[in-house]
Each structure stands twice: as structure tokens, then as C-alpha cells.
């Protein structure tokens, strides 16, 4: 198992930035797939950017050229680096694990863009 606990959301202006970090409670050298899920109000949660085996990125194609997912093994820790926000991205961002074949969320982090 793992527990995952996000941090780095907030307000911020469009075309601004944040990075999201997720702190996992455990190696996460050897978890299967770790990243990012947002869910905004009224719709469904949605992917934005997963690492699987390790090295294989997957981004949304809202999130292709504007964010950026990254991982640090020592700290046990994934980011993500949103550039060039959109009042769109508005969502409760989650950190998402998988240990085959088990899923663990994190409580998510609110990122706000507006003026």
C-alpha cells in the first residue's frame, strides 16, 4: 500500500503557473504507474499526466505543451508543472497510484485560475 499526500494547489491568474507535488509514503521507484487525475465541478475525473513503468509519460492532450511530469525517486515524490494555465484547468487535482492491482488516490489539491 501506499498513502499519497498532495500539496501546491491554489489561485492564480490565467497564464500563470503552479507545481503540484505528491509526497508518497513509500519507494515509488518500483510502483507500477503514478500521476495525475483532475476533476472539475459537474464533470468526470479525467487524466492528465501518468508515468508507467517508471519512464513512460501519458498526457492529456489539454496538458500536452503546457505541463510537465516529473519525478523525484529520493524524495519519493512526483510533480506536476502546470505552465500557461487556462481558467479550464479549474479542478481538484489528485495524485493517483497503482500497485497491481491495487489504485490509491490522494485527497487532492484545489487549483483555481481566474483573474
Known amino acids: 500500500q501506499v498513502q499519497l499526500v498532495e500539496s501546491g494547489g491554489g489561485l492564480v491568474q490565467p497564464g500563470g503557473s503552479l507545481r503540484l507535488s505528491c509526497a508518497a509514503s513509500?519507494?515509488?521507484?518500483?510502483?507500477?504507474?503514478m500521476g495525475w487525475y483532475r476533476q472539475a465541478p459537474g464533470k468526470q475525473r479525467e487524466l492528465v499526466a501518468t508515468?508507467?513503468?517508471?519512464?513512460?509519460?501519458n498526457y492529456a492532450d489539454s496538458a500536452k505543451g503546457r505541463f510537465i511530469i516529473s519525478r523525484d525517486n529520493d524524495k519519493n515524490t512526483v510533480y506536476l508543472q502546470m505552465n500557461s494555465l487556462k481558467p479550464e484547468d479549474t479542478a481538484v487535482y489528485y495524485c493517483?497510484?497503482?500497485?497491481?492491482?491495487?489504485?490509491?488516490w490522494g485527497q487532492g489539491t484545489q487549483v483555481t485560475v481566474s483573474s
Open positions: 493517483y497510484a497503482k500497485i497491481i492491482p491495487m489504485e490509491f
Open positions: 513509500r519507494c515509488i521507484f518500483s510502483i507500477y504507474a
Open positions: 508515468f508507467t513503468s517508471g519512464s513512460i509519460t
